[in-house]
């Protein structure tokens, strides 16, 4: 039997001590620590979904599962939001109250609205306090405004809001991953983001896509797509698709200057952390937490919110390369290819001028992206890698890149036979300056400007390059074959045995056991028991999958 009084004191003591005064968190932690003037701004009218964890510094339970919290915010980061506020500073406890919170740790997920604008909606966290299991919580309950495009309504999905930008992703996978998820959030209302499985053969071979995953941009209008080639991670593609549009910014926490409270609302400056309260030994101590949950108590400071905004992309980025024959003509020697301005370059690296020309191309086609206007691909074309470089100007009359010059560049429209050479690549021409390569693509863009017409052989019917991929799959397929075959008649009764053997001894491994219990206590009681320091399997390198 506990003695009130005793508990009381003990209550005191603990709010005396030095360690008592300080919040759970710190600064540098992954944890975002907010408070109840914060709440409304970083987590109820954000986009992405949050856990949020009630709690006190002093708290047992809470100290407990500080480790787990904080190794599941570093798996969810860029993915969904992992938050702390401490309710046991004065300025934060009508706020845990009106959360409904009575006792610690207590755990919420804030997911948005269906509709714009509408309420969050906040849903107790009741599973398991292991790393792994706050993971899959919260990725169960991302957002998904990712599109399921399938040969049927593939059509439809193209020519909607023609005008705007859209990334298709192809994969062999039935799920949309949590990655891709997050994408489509940060691009919400900017870039329509689709899913296509592999199982689709007419879009798939629309876009002659041959392995997966593989994301496509298309910028819009009549532009051709743009394929990613980088590895697949969540900054990395962010900034692939911000150059077809910014993606939307999360508020972040600001810190407020002097300690002093801005007066006006969603100011973006955090109000100043409340000064620590007397001992809770002289206030009397109320407790509504259930038997098996820990007291509030006395005030301590709360310290700023640290949180990193998206990544937002103010640089132009280099112009596509096209480094084989087969690309080229894909991309712009098709007979339903439209216009791409082509840099062919001879060695860029040691050469000023055509790194200049490059980096002109790069810079125009980031101020057209970023002003919504649409514009033909600009494409780097590597002699030295490249020989359908060399055979293209050959075929329209033109001598390789000058040594001085290093460049040279040419648009050209397959669809309709149409070609232009930029003439001003010359030895007083160094690309220091915008203006004379922007007029003659401008000039192109509006129609303006004498054409010349594409000579014979050089553009492909658009048939002949879809049967050789074709044909080229069923090479392969047919290689592929004969290695089966060696491989079934290689398997013996004994290495059967021994795979049925070695599947029989595997031993029951901690995650199994972890996953099984989160599926069963889904909807029990969420426990105050201290965190079994077990082994947890990782859950990032999962989440990143697409």
Not at 114 to 136: E, F, L, N, W
Not at 420 to 437: A, C, E, Q
Request: glycine fraction near 6%.
């Amino acid at each position: 039997m506990h003695h009130p009084t005793l508990c009381a004191l003990a209550v005191g003591i603990l709010s005396a001590l030095p360690g008592a005064q300080a919040g759970l968190y710190t600064k540098k932690s992954p944890v975002l620590q907010v408070d109840g003037k914060d709440y409304d701004r970083l987590i109820a009218k954000s986009n992405q979904t949050t856990i949020i964890e009630f709690y006190a510094p002093w708290c047992g339970h809470c100290q407990n599962l500080k480790p787990a919290y904080e190794k599941a915010a570093k798996n969810l980061e860029g993915l969904a939001k992992v938050a702390a506020v401490n309710c046991d500073d004065d300025a934060n406890k009508p706020f845990c109250g009106s959360m409904g919170v009575q006792g610690f740790p207590t755990l919420k997920i804030v997911r948005p609205g269906k509709k714009a604008g509408s309420k969050p909606v906040v849903d107790d966290y009741q599973g398991q306090r292991t790393a792994s299991a706050i993971v899959d919580a919260v990725v169960s309950r991302i957002n998904n405004h990712v599109v399921k495009v399938e040969d049927k309504n593939l059509d439809k999905f193209l020519s909607d809001k023609n005008e705007t930008a859209k990334a298709l992703l192809f994969t062999d996978k039935g799920t949309t991953s949590a990655l891709l998820k997050s994408v489509a959030i940060d691009f919400l209302d900017v870039i329509t983001v689709g899913q296509v499985r592999n199982t689709q053969s007419t879009a798939v071979s629309t876009f002659g896509v041959d392995k997966f995953p593989t994301l496509i941009l298309l910028p819009g209008g009549d532009a051709p797509g743009i394929v990613y080639d980088g590895e697949i991670k969540k900054a990395a593609m962010v900034k692939f698709l911000s150059q077809a549009g910014q993606p939307n910014p999360d508020p972040a926490p600001v810190k407020a200057k002097n300690g002093k409270k801005d007066s006006k609302k969603d100011s973006g400056k955090k109000a100043a952390s409340s000064s620590s309260s007397s001992s809770s030994a002289k206030s009397k101590s109320k407790s509504t937490a259930a038997s098996s949950e820990t007291p509030t108590s006395s005030s301590s400071e709360t310290p700023a919110p640290t949180q990193e905004a998206p990544v937002i992309i103010d640089t132009a980025l280099p112009i596509p390369t096209l480094n084989t024959p087969e690309k080229l003509t894909k991309e712009c020697l098709t007979s339903k290819s439209n216009t791409c301005v082509l840099a062919l370059v001879s060695s860029p690296n040691g050469n000023e001028k055509a790194q200049n020309a490059l980096d002109t191309l790069s810079q125009l086609a980031f101020k057209h992206a970023h002003s919504h206007r649409k514009l033909f691909p600009f494409y780097e074309v590597p002699l030295a890698s490249n020989p359908g470089g060399s055979i293209l100007l050959k075929s329209l009359d033109l001598s390789p890149p000058e040594e001085e010059s290093g460049i040279e560049i040419i648009a050209i429209n397959a669809r309709r036979g149409w070609w232009r050479h930029y003439d001003s690549v010359s030895v007083s021409d160094d690309f220091s300056g915008h203006d004379k390569l922007e007029a003659w693509i401008d000039a192109i863009r509006m129609g303006e400007g004498a054409k010349k017409k594409v000579p014979e052989g050089v553009v492909v019917d658009v048939t002949e390059v879809k049967k050789k991929e074709t044909d080229e799959e069923s090479s392969k397929a047919e290689k592929a074959q004969p290695e089966e075959a060696v491989l079934e008649e290689e398997t013996t009764p004994e290495a059967t045995k021994a795979v049925t053997s070695d599947e029989k001894e595997a031993p029951v491994t901690p995650e199994a056991s972890e996953t099984t219990a989160v599926t069963a206590g889904e909807g029990e009681e969420e426990s105050t028991a201290p965190v079994d320091p077990t082994p947890e399997r990782e859950t990032a390198a999962a989440h990143d999958e697409l």
